[in-house]
Structures are given as structure tokens and as C-alpha cells.
């Protein structure tokens, strides 16, 4: 199927299904009233790394259906609110990455201004909140990966200038001062003490400190570095499927101190044991080649070489439901999020595949007994309690260590 017959069959089946399914009818009528903030979405990336038309937003208009996951009709369609935009820069090669990343969140910057009507710019929880209002998904900018600051707060700062509200303090590859949850071994044992410099100035400048990608040891470094919440724009639970990126017990049980949100991701791999058994081989052998590759542009070639042809286990919307009941249990209702990661992956749970797709997930968990007000902190009240936390700690701090 076309993604435009997709698309035409979501939007003339949706009400039909939904009248025929009283809990998927109850989690549109939710989504109409709450707001879904969604903590990690690759479009930016996805669009520069296009084969046939790279960087070119002519081509990915997103008025029409696009050949990715995301595009206006479909963020309607799942009830999409409020939006962080990751503007991704890959972390495998030497160095010089400022300059990819500021032509990133030019990019994403460009990509919103394109739909006045139906995309407003965003840097604090009242913009969040007027852009809602305004009937306009808010959108957000969040930089994944500590690498692109190049070991400068300056950069650091020039980048919350332009709009940057979190920075996920590794990707996959240790930077000098952050150890990641994908590479061994360790280099430092978690952050340095630049690395705690790092913490602190962003909780100084307001920019939330992302904690999805990184090694344990760094997570509980930065929770003891930090004077603001944490989040992780897209991770999920150790204990339910138990692969590096995802978050351990010992993490969980420290966010109601911190007052952090866990966003849940739709990650095949990070979802389900059994297709983890089969992927985290295949990213070790992915990020070996990458390494190897004499064009670091090449990503997709090699991409495609390794995970091509892997058959995987079906992965379900209920076992997604899984670990946000486990980060439920273990944190607290407060500390839960979604964080989809849309555009930035292509193995997905049946029936959470697009940006359409978030009734889907709300329906399992209204069957599952969720409260409207539970499932209105996971929407979006948790993500921007964290917000205006991160934003009244910065004003305290900026007046006690001004520059």
C-alpha cells in the first residue's frame, strides 16, 4: 500500500473504528482535550539524509503525505500537540560537528516557519501552551548528542540561543566528558568533571538535561550533578526488556527525588527481548561498519546492508503498554512520558508505526484501567511540569551566577 492510500484509508476508517472500539473512541476524545507532547521525532535528519532529494523540504512537504513516518494530516490524526523536533547529527566521525549542527536546527527552524498554520516555534511551557490554544502544534528543538557542542560551553550556549531546550548528553559513542550506553568499554566511568560543568550550565541556561542514550553510571552522575529534572526523550524500561539504552530499576527509583520523566519509545528493539536478541548483535555490527567507513555519509548503505534482511519477532502496542506501567511502578505516574522517535528507526510495533498511531497506544492503556487524569500526565502534563521546573531553576540560578 501507498503511503498516500495509508493515509486515505487512517483518515476514512478512523471514525468507523473508533465508533466500534469504545476505548480507541475515548483515547481520540482525550487527545482532543489534553495535550500530547511527544519527547523525540528524527524528521529534521530524515529529510537531510534523503537519497533522491537531500535536504530539500520542497520534497517533503508536509502538507501531503511523505514517504516517512510524520506529516500534518497524520500529527492531526494522532492527536500530536506539541512536538520535540530532534535535530540529530551523527557522532561516529573525528570532530568538527558545529557546523552540521547548526545547519540542523536551521533546518528544523525552516521546516517550521513552512506551516504558519499549522506549526508554531516553541522554547518555553507557555509557548507550549499558546500554541495549543492557537490550534498549532508546538514545536520544540532538541539536540541528541553531546558530541556537537565540541567540548565548549559557548557552543553549548549559542545553541540555547537558537531555540535548543535539551541535549541527550551522548548518542552511541563516548564523548570526552559522557560515557554511552552503547560503546565498551567505558571511558570515564560516567561524566568527568567537565561533564558535571556541562550539567550545571544547562540547568543554568534552562536547557533540559537528556539522559536517553547514555551509560548508567552517567545517569546517576548527572542525577547527582543536577538541580533540575532530567528526561529521557526516548527510553524504556531495563527491567522489561534489558538492553543498555533502556533504563534500569536503580535509575527509575530516582526520578521522584528528581522530579524527571521517562519518555516512553516505540523502538522494536527496545521494546521487545526478542527482537533485541536479534538487533543489538546486528547495531553492534552496524556501528563497527560505521567506524570502518571511509564516507561517514554512507549510513544508509550500511544501514540497509545490516538490518535489510533481518526477520523479527511481531512486537505489540500491549508490550509498549508494558513499560510504561513498569516506569509507572517503579517512579511514579509522575515521571512517564512518550517519546516515539518517529522518523528516526523503521522497526515498530504492529499498529504504532506513524504519527497517527498514538490512540492506539492510550486505548491499551484506558483497557489496562488508566485514569483520564494519569494518562493526561502521560500525554504532556509530566513533560512540561519538567519544563517549568527546568525554567525556575535557570531564573534562580542566572541571578546567582550570572556570566
Not at 483518515?11 to 473504528?17: G, N
Not at 476505548?23 to 487527545?31: G, K, P, T, V, Y
Not at 519477532?313 to 512520558?337: F, L, S, Y
Amino acid at each position: 500500500m501507498t503511503r498516500f492510500a495509508l493515509l486515505l484509508s487512517i483518515l476514512i476508517t478512523a471514525p468507523a473504528a473508533a465508533a466500534d472500539d469504545p476505548a480507541l473512541a475515548h483515547a481520540r476524545e482525550l487527545l482532543s482535550r489534553v495535550i500530547l507532547v511527544d519527547g523525540h521525532n528524527d524528521l529534521p535528519w530524515a529529510v537531510r539524509s534523503d537519497k533522491e532529494y537531500p535536504n530539500d523540504l520542497d520534497a517533503w512537504d508536509l502538507r501531503r503525505p511523505t514517504r516517512g513516518d510524520t506529516d500534518l494530516a497524520r500529527l492531526r490524526a494522532g492527536g500530536v500537540g506539541a512536538q520535540f523536533w530532534s535535530v540529530y547529527i551523527p557522532g561516529e566521525a573525528a570532530g568538527g560537528f558545529a557546523r552540521t549542527q547548526l545547519e540542523q536546527i536551521e533546518l528544523a527552524r525552516r521546516m517550521i516557519d513552512r506551516y504558519p498554520e499549522a506549526l508554531g516555534f516553541a522554547t518555553r511551557s507557555d509557548d507550549v501552551l499558546a500554541e495549543h490554544r492557537a490550534g498549532r502544534i508546538a514545536s520544540l528543538l532538541g539536540i541528541e548528542g553531546g558530541h556537537a557542542i565540541e567540548n565548549s560551553l559557548g557552543v553549548l550556549r549559542a545553541y540555547h540561543t537558537l531555540g535548543v531546550r535539551y541535549m541527550t548528553l551522548t548518542h552511541n559513542s563516548h564523548t570526552d566528558w559522557a560515557d554511552a550506553a552503547a560503546m565498551v568499554p567505558a571511558r570515564h566511568g560516567g561524566l568527568t568533571d567537565f561533564g558535571v560543568e556541562i550539567v550545571r550550565e544547562m540547568n543554568r541556561l534552562g536547557m533540559i538535561v537528556d539522559l536517553a542514550h547514555t551509560a548508567e553510571a552517567t545517569m546517576h552522575d548527572a542525577l547527582d550533578a543536577t538541580q533540575s529534572p532530567v528526561m529521557f526523550s526516548h527510553a524504556n524500561a531495563r527491567a522489561v526488556c534489558d538492553v543498555p539504552r533502556n533504563v534500569p530499576d536503580s535509575v527509575l527509583a530516582r526520578l521522584s527525588a528528581n522530579g524527571g520523566v521517562v519518555m516512553v519509545t516505540f523502538v522494536a528493539g527496545f521494546v521487545s527481548p526478542e527482537v533485541a536478541k536479534i538487533t543489538q548483535p546486528a547495531m553492534a555490527r552496524y556501528r563497527v561498519m560505521l567506524q570502518k567507513a571511509k564516507d561517514p555519509t554512507d549510513r544508509q548503505r550500511i544501514y540497509d546492508e545490516v538490518f535489510g534482511k533481518l526477520v523479527l519477532p511481531k512486537v505489540t502496542i500491549a508490550q509498549v503498554a508494558d513499560h510504561i506501567d513498569h516506569v509507572r511502578k517503579v517512579a511514579g505516574v509522575d515521571h512517564v512520558g512518550i517519546g516515539g522517535d518517529f522518523d528516526g528507526n523503521d522497526l515498530w510495533p504492529e499498529g504504532l508505526d506513524d504519527v497517527s498511531t498514538y490512540p492506539r497506544l492510550f486505548a491499551e492503556l484506558i483497557r489496562r484501567g488508566w485514569s483520564d487524569e494519569d494518562l493526561a500526565k502521560l500525554a504532556g502534563g509530566n513533560i512540561l511540569r519538567v519544563m517549568r521546573a527546568n525554567e525556575a531553576v535557570a531564573a534562580r540560578l542566572q541571578r546567582e551566577r550570572p556570566l
